[in-house]
């Protein structure tokens, strides 16, 4: 069962929209807890997530947050969003420097401090200040507020140049007073002065983005500028077109494996959409507000004055929750995380047919609806499909995926796509006649993987599992492999101190001792030659992919090892192609592999 820690903070414990996304994930089967971030007592590495949500006083004890967040990180405690992305956004400087870098839309905002260098120096007056900094400063009024702040935190609404016309606007008389104030609340909150933009009166547009995608918005107006707050929910069709599609812009400047939940603030003035703040720390993400919420699942005395008449959209709360599921299971498993990698392991051979007139004639693999777990670049997906076969082709990976799909677009009525993995599927329930795992099970949570087969699968039985050995013995595979050696500097096998061949005897021995132990026993394994036969562009691109061999490296990908100063890649390319002159026959090289077909008996 996973467990879920849901950050928050004493006082909001029985936060509305922490009780429901509790409420959904414990009906998914997980475990769940509400938790305050400073509860020194509570063990937050016990958890396969922590998800900070409403750790609102963040901002009165910012160093010790910080510090909390560290550890986290440090203690390699899986966190959405990430720890490093949730400290720059918190830091408001931070998240403006981060818009001017990205030449987002804002309102004129400069930031100054007393104390930093990186920051403006503010005049003896804000008047001065603001002639200096701002430009037609008499013109407009301007927002006062700290770099570390929560919705509770002091802000001011000033106009020194007394233009306001809007008798609903909370406007601070003392601004020398504020501006001071601000000033001297020590190094950690700097103080942010923004130009006030009329749009705001007709509301903030806040949109919620889930894995990037846009799932509801929230019109608001601000209790800190208004004399009344108010927020309503209001759908995609009533918000002006370049409003969503500059929000959604935004949200995917972010990297997506490190961003999980965000909330984009927009205002429109001047028929322009000015962004006011990205949340990606602690936002409200407003689950209240859709439809079909069950009102029983929280306090209603405590929260009836902030439900709204619609509350909870089932169906997004469970996208929502699906999503965090998915994460979680996903973390084990390693991205190929760049395109060019991907490409360099679709060089993987094919197998050779004999290997599926086994699948067919000996175990039954013909005109079957088949899925393909951890479907990589689609090797196997494509021969099935070929021989007639409809293929769900799972796999985390999205540059696998994009090959995959490249490769199978002419089988588009029977081939399906699903990021998933070994444990989440997405597969319903009895729909599957054959699982097939190639050269990936040993990646899986065996125990895991099973009650995942037999929940997708009509017969339990049916889940066949195969790798591929090299023979390090081959004379064309032992120069590759010296080619290697002399051209990586830092080389390594993941064998510890055994020979390549040793180590490859022993990790078949593992691997198929853990099929056998998949199948409890009962199972039965076919060794079947496959033959490979290559161009000398194939084998010089199954030669970078790099697969054939047990390194290694502290690169995240195959071609960021190829790229870096380690690895002498020109020379391993010539070495190659020497290798291929040397041994090829009519411009053509042919390797064996030893294919090892586990199923049960």
Not at 187 to 203: A, M, P, R, S
């Amino acid at each position: 069962m996973r467990k879920i820690a849901i950050a928050s903070y004493t006082p909001f414990l029985k936060d509305i929209d922490d009780a429901i996304l509790k409420k959904y994930l414990i009906n998914k089967g997980n475990q769940v807890e509400i938790v305050s971030w400073d509860d020194k007592d509570y063990d937050w590495t016990n958890n396969d997530l922590v998800i900070i949500r409403s750790t609102w006083d963040y901002y009165k004890k910012i160093d010790e947050y910080i510090a909390w967040l560290n550890s986290l990180k440090e203690k390699q405690v899986f966190v959405l969003n990430d720890v490093d992305i949730i400290i720059n956004n918190i830091r408001k400087e931070k998240q403006i420097e981060w818009i001017k870098n990205n030449n987002l839309h804002i309102p004129e905002t400069h930031v100054f401090s007393l104390y930093e260098d990186d920051c403006l120096y503010p005049e003896e007056t804000l008047l001065k200040t603001l002639e200096k900094h701002f430009s037609n400063s008499k013109q407009k009024m301007f927002v006062l507020k700290s770099s570390v702040s929560a919705y509770t935190e002091k802000l001011f609404l000033v106009d020194p140049y007394h233009i306001n016309k809007d008798k609903n606007c909370k406007i601070t008389e003392d601004y020398e007073k504020a501006f001071n104030e601000m000033l001297n609340r020590g190094k950690t909150k700097k103080l942010i002065i923004q130009e006030y933009l009329e749009g705001i009166k007709d509301g903030e547009y806040g949109l919620v983005f889930i894995n990037q995608r846009f799932i509801w918005s929230v019109i608001k107006k601000p209790g800190r500028i208004y004399k009344e707050q108010s927020f309503q929910r209001i759908y995609k069709k009533d918000i002006p077109k370049e409003v969503v599609n500059y929000a959604k812009k935004i949200a995917k400047l972010y990297d997506k494996d490190k961003v999980f939940y965000c909330r984009v603030d927009l205002v429109v003035d001047h028929n322009k959409p000015y962004l006011m703040e990205i949340e990606l720390a602690e936002p409200d993400l407003y689950m209240r507000i859709g439809d079909k919420f069950d009102i029983n699942i929280v306090d209603p005395d405590y929260y009836l004055p902030l439900v709204a008449k619609k509350d909870c959209s089932s169906n997004i709360i469970n996208y929502i929750c699906n999503n965090i599921i998915d994460r979680i299971d996903n973390r084990n498993y390693k991205y190929v995380e760049d395109y060019e990698s991907a490409k360099y392991y679709d060089s993987l051979p094919r197998f050779s047919s004999n290997i599926y007139d086994y699948f067919e004639n000996e175990l039954g693999i013909k005109n079957a609806i088949v899925a393909d777990i951890g479907a990589g670049t689609g090797r196997v997906t494509i021969d099935l499909l070929e021989r007639g076969n409809k293929v769900y082709a799972v796999d985390p990976d999205e540059n696998m995926r994009k090959i995959c799909t490249q490769k199978c677009s002419s089988y588009k009525n029977n081939y399906i796509s699903i990021k998933g993995n070994a444990v989440n599927t997405h597969i319903k329930d009895k729909s599957i006649d054959y699982v097939i795992c190639s050269q990936s099970f040993h990646c899986f949570d065996e125990e895991k993987f099973k009650k995942e087969c037999q929940r997708i699968l009509k017969n339990k039985n049916n889940v066949i599992i195969l790798w591929y050995r090299v023979d390090f013995n081959n004379p064309i595979i032992a120069e590759m492999l010296k080619s290697i050696k002399e051209n990586y500097k830092n080389y390594k096998t993941r064998y510890d101190n055994k020979s390549e061949v040793d180590g490859s005897l022993a990790e078949a021995k593992i691997d198929n001792s853990s099929a056998r132990h998949f199948y409890n026993g009962k199972s039965k394994m076919k060794d079947i030659m496959s033959k490979a036969i290559l161009s000398e562009e194939e084998f010089i691109s199954l030669g970078l992919s790099l697969s054939l061999f047990p390194i290694t490296h502290d690169m995240n990908t195959v071609s960021k090892l190829l790229e870096s100063d380690n690895f002498n890649k020109n020379k391993y390319i010539n070495d190659l192609k020497n290798i291929f002159k040397k041994y090829s026959k009519n411009n053509l090289i042919e390797l064996d592999f030893n294919v090892q077909i586990h199923s049960h008996n």
